[in-house]
């Protein structure tokens, strides 16, 4: 392991750029995909979840087979896969091809999804883990900001094709860095495939991440029917993995205390941070008639904060623990959800627009820290599942946090409440899901991995 960050974190770093980007830029593009291929918004909507189900599907299988192929070459197989998916995207003929290519992009972005963190874990000591997992951060934070506005600009001069032109270079340098500068890993032969396992691990996230989508659908009723499918396939799932020889998903990484409540922590800041994203729009929109530029150049002010701090709040963890650190940023989360709830309640832009950056100095601070002592609270041959099951939670926090905030304020609104107050009351309540989060206290850790 190095004491030192070197080029080694280039490839994650750009890995983790590339996918980031490609998501916020085409969801600038689908009212330009909808006209082009003269389909409807529902039908378009799927480029981008087929995108984020294939990912999420997909983690722990990948995960698992890491182990056997290799980290490094599981990782650099993904960003080519990737890349190659996204150069092929930007010839489709149909939207129904895009989908499947997106299919195709999501599988290698889980690839090199389940295996960056781990791999970090694997080239660097405990001494500059913490920064860096800030610098990925900070590399998701910065496409975060550029995307929408890059990506938007370029899709308005040349087409939506010249994005995926745009996104093709950077994900086929990562697999060539990953490639030459990744030192290899040492490879455990699978002497048993779990095959039960991993379909079912497959089905069971696709049924979960799929009834947040089909909650805003025209068949509302059908979420219930994937949620229970999601509860019966995981159920199914535990029992298998205690029988297995060689399980998708060591029941010992259950055992991890710290593990749970961590990821529990990441999953709920980030509900909390995609409801601000859902309903500042509309409140915006409906009490001040304001666009959606608007909105977003005042949502940007969030991905600023957390791009200025995160590796900051790397270095510190690193000096000072992990604990302290994302205390710090679960608090911050609490004051800006509470400067957000009076700008709403005034109506001050000003007072709205520091509430998001302060919401974003939490997340930035509480995201590197956390990560790092998620990593260290399992042994290193648990690695890339610790790392996917991470990727996870942040992404049923994000697909919670979408589905929660957008029914509460559609009901609120049902019940003849103004927007402001509708805003105001879906606000409020995920103000206390952030009091919640800060009772789940995490203990002293004993780095696992060091031992």
């Not at 609270?377 to 939670?393: D, G, K, R, T």
Request: hydrophobic share 55%; proline share 3%; aromatic share 12%.
């Amino acid at each position: 392991m190095k004491d030192k960050l070197s080029v080694e974190i280039l490839p994650m770093a750009l890995g983790a750029f590339s996918a980031a980007l490609d998501n916020n830029v085409l969801n600038i593009c689908l009212p330009l995909l909808a006209k082009e291929f003269e389909t409807d918004l529902g039908t378009v909507q799927f480029v981008s979840s087929s995108y984020v189900f294939a990912i999420c599907s997909l983690l722990l299988f990948f995960a698992y087979l890491s182990a056997s192929i290799g980290r490094k070459y599981v990782f650099s197989i993904g960003v080519t896969l990737f890349s190659l998916g996204s150069l092929a995207a930007a010839f489709s003929p149909n939207i129904f091809m895009l989908i499947l290519l997106r299919i195709i992009q999501g599988m290698g972005a889980a690839m090199f999804m389940a295996n960056g963190m781990a791999l970090i874990n694997t080239h660097f000591s405990n001494e500059v883990k913490g920064r860096a997992f800030g610098i990925i951060f900070t590399a998701t934070s910065v496409a975060s900001i550029i995307g929408p506005v890059v990506g938007g600009a370029i899709a308005t001069m040349w087409g939506w094709r010249t994005v995926f032109f745009l996104i093709t270079p950077i994900g086929a340098l990562a697999g060539v860095l990953a490639m030459k500068i990744l030192n290899k890993e040492d490879q455990k032969p699978i002497t048993s495939f779990d095959f039960k396992g991993s379909v079912l691990s497959i089905l069971g996230v696709f049924a979960f991440f799929s009834c947040f989508y089909l909650v805003k659908s025209k068949y509302p009723l059908c979420a219930l029917l994937a949620l229970a499918g999601a509860i019966s396939l995981f159920y199914f799932f535990r029992n298998s993995q205690r029988e297995s020889l060689n399980p998708v998903l060591n029941p010992k990484i259950w055992g991890q205390q710290t593990f749970l409540q961590a990821n529990i922590q990441s999953g709920l800041i980030f509900a909390i941070m995609m409801a601000v994203s859902v309903v500042l729009p509309f409140y915006f929109h409906d009490v001040f008639g304001y666009s959606s530029a608007y909105s977003g150049m005042v949502l940007a002010s969030m991905a600023i904060s957390i791009a200025a701090v995160s590796y900051y709040s790397g270095f510190f963890a690193d000096k000072i623990g992990t604990q302290k650190i994302t205390s710090i940023g679960i608090i911050l989360v609490l004051i800006g959800m509470m400067t957000l709830l009076i700008g709403v309640y005034v109506k001050l832009n000003g007072i709205l627009i520091m509430g998001n950056l302060i919401l974003g100095l939490g997340v930035g601070i509480f995201n590197p820290a956390n990560n790092k002592m998620i990593m260290q609270s399992v042994p290193n041959e648990f690695a890339a599942m610790a790392a996917c099951i991470n990727v996870l939670s942040r992404n049923a926090g994000v697909a919670i946090g979408i589905a929660l905030s957008g029914i509460a304020y559609s009901a609120f609104i049902s019940f003849h409440l103004r927007p402001d107050i509708a805003a105001f009351c879906v606000l409020g309540l995920f103000l206390i899901l952030n009091v919640f989060l800060y009772k789940i206290r995490v203990d002293d850790i004993r780095p696992a991995c060091s031992q």
